[in-house]
T-cell receptor
Framework: AQSVTQPDIHITVSEGASLELRCNYS??????LFWYVQSPGQGLQLLLK??????LVQGIKGFEAEFKRSQSSFNLRKPSVHWSDAAEYFC???????????FGAGTILRVKS | DAGVTQSPTHLIKTRGQQVTLRCSPK?????VSWYQQALGQGPQFIFQ???????QRGNFPDRFSGHQFPNYSSELNVNALLLGDSALYLC????????????FGQGTRLTVV
């Protein structure tokens, strides 16, 4: 069965500092991987996705993620965090793009000035 | 383009009652998925509709049912509400699997008292 683990429930970083959010997945075949962001009381916005090819994917708002098959990981990174990045971030795995998604429990990002 | 729209935004119901939530997909999308997001958790897949039929179902009891109309809009019905059904219900629309991105609505916040 598919599963996603986000080990960090909360992360606090200073504005301008770099960010890495961890995601580990369990899936029997080549996964489709996603990162979503959710602001309080809002729906989910797709930041980036990985299907195949280059293991380093670029997304919106300056985010990137790297797929590491050997570590079953898909960590999200940003070189310089802005206060507006404060939100909850979800990693998800799917069998087929647009199909059922399995989400992690999320990581809440706090940005301190 | 209005994107995915859900109604109502908030709802309060009493235990044992029934509730219907509505979703209009993004223009051009014909696949609708429903997710339940309990407080502090990631979204969990309820079911997916395509061509007016339930195509996939997650691990939810039969109290949860749905419908898709010819215009691709969808309803989620929950019978015999329990306190544990209190959650944010998210609708996502997409094109058929293989070449689609799931777009999420803002959600319906259901509170069962």
């Amino acid at each position: 069965a598919q599963s996603v683990t986000q080990p960090d429930i909360h992360i606090t970083v200073s504005e301008g500092a770099s960010l890495e959010l961890r995601c580990n997945y369990s899936y029997g075949a080549t996964p489709y991987l996603f990162w979503y962001v959710q602001s309080p009381g809002q729906g989910l916005q797709l930041l980036l996705k990985y299907f195949s090819g280059d293991t380093l994917v670029q997304g919106i708002k300056g985010f990137e993620a790297e797929f590491k098959r050997s570590q079953s990981s898909f960590n999200l990174r940003k070189p310089s965090v802005h206060w507006s990045d404060a939100a909850e971030y979800f990693c998800a795995v799917g069998a087929v793009y647009g199909n059922k998604l399995v989400f992690g429990a999320g990581t809440i990002l706090r940005v301190k000035s | 383009d209005a994107g995915v729209t859900q109604s109502p935004t908030h709802l309060i119901k009493t235990r044992g009652q029934q509730v219907t939530l509505r979703c209009s997909p993004k223009s051009g999308h014909d696949t609708v998925s429903w997710y339940q997001q309990a407080l502090g958790q990631g979204p969990q897949f309820i079911f997916q509709y395509y061509e007016e039929e339930e195509r996939q179902r997650g691990n939810f009891p039969d109290r949860f049912s749905g419908h898709q109309f010819p215009n691709y809009s969808s309803e989620l019905n929950v019978n015999a509400l329990l306190l544990g059904d209190s959650a944010l219900y998210l609708c996502a629309s997409s094109l058929p699997p293989g070449d689609a991105e799931a777009f999420f609505g803002q959600g319906t916040r259901l509170t069962v008292v």
